[in-house]
């Protein structure tokens, strides 16, 4: 039980940023403001293969969905309603961190910083850069976890992890 648990405890430092994420607007800033309604980050995969999904209501009350996928490094086409950015390049800092640099849109660049809080319960991003509009930007978006597992992605097991780390379900499949 022990190896188990320390095999999730590694997992979730992994893939600590895997998972839905839901805007805190109360602990978020936007400058030059004013930030979404809300919004909710899927975020899936590993370096080599993520996903992420972006579902936002502006504060006029838009609705706005875009996503991306691919591997770590690679120029990535972002699909659905961006406003900033046409690609997207991402690399992993650490177990915890990710940064990402948007660009296109007139030349516009941006850049993110993801990183994952010590409990695995909040994601804070902070991003630089210009918007649509030309302007500056400096915001910072932090985000609740809505997720409590992770999924180690073997296909003879599942390994799911409590935040915790001290809960270890395993489900076997037969091939």
């Known amino acids: 039980m022990t190896v188990l648990r320390r ?13 839905t994420w839901k ?9 030059p403001g004013p930030g979404p309604k ?12 993520r996903k992420i999904a972006v579902d ?3 504060a006029n009350g838009d609705a706005v969905h875009w996503e991306v996928s691919g ?9 659905g309603t961006n406003a900033n950015a046409d690609h997207y390049v991402f690399k992993r800092v650490n177990a915890t961190t990710l940064e990402a640099q948007y660009s296109g ?4 660049r941006s850049s993110k910083q993801a990183v994952v809080s010590a409990d695995g319960k909040t994601l804070t991003v902070t991003g630089t850069g210009t918007d649509a509009q030309g302007r500056t930007v400096n915001n910072v978006a932090v985000y ?21 780390g001290h809960e270890t379900l395993l489900a076997f499949r037969r091939r």
């Open 7 to 19: 095999r999730c405890l590694w997992l979730k430092a992994a893939r600590a940023i895997n998972g």
């Open 71 to 79: 591997g770590a490094g690679a120029q990535l086409p972002v699909v």
């Open 105 to 108: 849109k007139v030349s516009r």
């Open 56 to 58: 936002l209501a502006l």
């Open 38 to 49: 809300s919004q909710t980050l899927v975020i899936s995969g590993t370096d080599a293969a």
């Open 23 to 31: 805007l805190n607007v109360a602990k978020s800033t936007y400058n």
């Open 144 to 164: 609740d976890s809505r997720m409590r597992a992770w999924l180690t992605g073997d296909r003879s097991a599942r390994h799911l992890c409590s935040q915790s």
